[in-house]
Nanobody, 124 residues
């Protein structure tokens, strides 16, 4: 299993970023995929997840209404669009694969593979 994130960077408050995760080595459309983030000195937290095949998205309250998670089954790619970025969105963002097929997953403990992370910094 390999998960490779991209798309992070420096953005201004109110701006947007689109994060991507290229997945390989497993049956992509059989697993819930998620995004988590970890800011310095804080625990890793759930950001968003989408069930197998793109069935149902879930979002943390902190990003709900300004984020969209999606998958492209043809390209085995997971994407997270965050709009109206805030300084508190600054963190290392991780893509993750759920450990069990065809099961929803909202907790980090339900994921068994993680990418290396992509840094998002929101600052003026």
């Amino acid at each position: 299993v390999q998960l490779v994130e991209s798309g992070g960077g420096l953005a201004q408050p109110g701006g947007s970023l689109r994060l991507s995760c290229a997945a390989s080595g497993f049956t992509f459309n059989a697993y819930t995929m998620g995004w988590f983030r970890q800011a310095p000195g804080k625990e890793r937290e759930f950001v968003a997840a989408i069930t197998w095949g793109g069935g149902r998205p879930d979002y943390a309250d902190s990003v709900k209404g300004r984020s969209t998670i999606s998958i492209d089954n043809a390209k085995n790619t997971l994407t997270l669009q965050i709009n109206n970025l805030k300084p508190e969105d600054t963190a290392l963002y991780y893509c993750a694969k759920a450990s069990q097929p065809f099961q929803p997953a909202l907790s980090a403990s339900q994921y068994n593979y993680w990418g290396q992370g992509t840094q998002v910094t929101v600052s003026s």
